[in-house]
Structure formats: C-alpha cells, structure tokens
C-alpha cells in the first residue's frame, strides 16, 4: 500500500504548528534514537540541550482530505452532520479513529464511510473550546 507520509508538529513552548510548505527554514525532526533537533534551509541536522522531545508533539497526516480538500491529521476536530469529532490515534488496534465530542448516551464513532463528506473545524491546540461545546 502507497501513501504519502506527512506530518505536522505542534511546539508547545511557542503555541504554533511547523508545517511543510517549503517556506520554513527550519523544520523540527525526531531522529530514532529519540533526539529532536531542526533540519535546517541546507538540509544540516543542529540541536541543543534546550530542544526537548517533550516540548513537541508529532501529527501524522491520515492520507485523506476533507469534503473541502484540507488535509486530515491527527487532533484535528471534524464537523459531519450535526456532530463533532475528533480524529485519535489508537493505539490498542494501531489505527485512526473518530470519537464524537458531542455529548450524548454511550460512545459514537464517525462512520469510516461519512469521513470524506466530514468537514475540518479546527484542531485540538488551536481551537481547544471545540472539547468542552456542546452541540
């Protein structure tokens, strides 16, 4: 199976997200022995004591878009019908999954068939009032 890995990073220090578009100079990397750094303009790899793992969080891109073309990552908050979700890694069953955060009896799940009609309303850091509304 072929597709396209991407991911976007959260720095909880700064309160923005670092996403590929070619215009960044630095990108933050986590290398697998667990140190995060930046790969900067020229490709060159610089980290410091005062870059730390735990001040960064990785999103991965699902492969698919919205009904409006957006690219869907992990902690982004979709609207389908009249319900809210939010798009979970699980790892218990190492895949994606779509809890509602629409108060109501018992757990919902987007219907993996309804993801592509869903729309993109925010994420979870830049948009956070999205976990505590009610619908």
């Known amino acids: 199976m072929n597709r396209e890995l991407k991911f976007r990073v959260w720095d909880k ?11 960044i100079k630095e990108w933050p990397v986590i290398q697998t022995d667990g140190l995060v750094g930046f790969v900067g303009e020229f490709n060159e790899f610089q980290y410091g004591n005062e ?7 990785f999103q991965q891109y699902l492969g698919i878009n919205d009904k409006n073309g ?4 992990e902690g982004d908050v979709l609207a389908w019908s009249s319900l809210r979700y939010e798009i979970v890694w699980n790892k218990t069953y190492a895949k994606f999954h779509f809890p509602t955060l629409t108060k ?11 993801i592509r009609k869903s729309e993109i309303i925010g994420n979870i850091f830049e948009t956070p009032h999205y976990k505590e509304m009610e619908f």
Do not use: A, H, S, V
Not at 13 to 23: A, E, H, L, V, W
Not at 104 to 114: A, I, K, N, S, V
């Open 70 to 73: 957006k690219e869907m990552c």
């Open 51 to 57: 870059i730390k793992q735990e001040d960064y969080i």
């Open 104 to 114: 109501q009896d018992g757990m919902y799940y987007l219907p993996e068939g309804e």
């Open 13 to 23: 220090t700064n309160d923005r997200f670092y996403i590929p578009n070619g215009f």
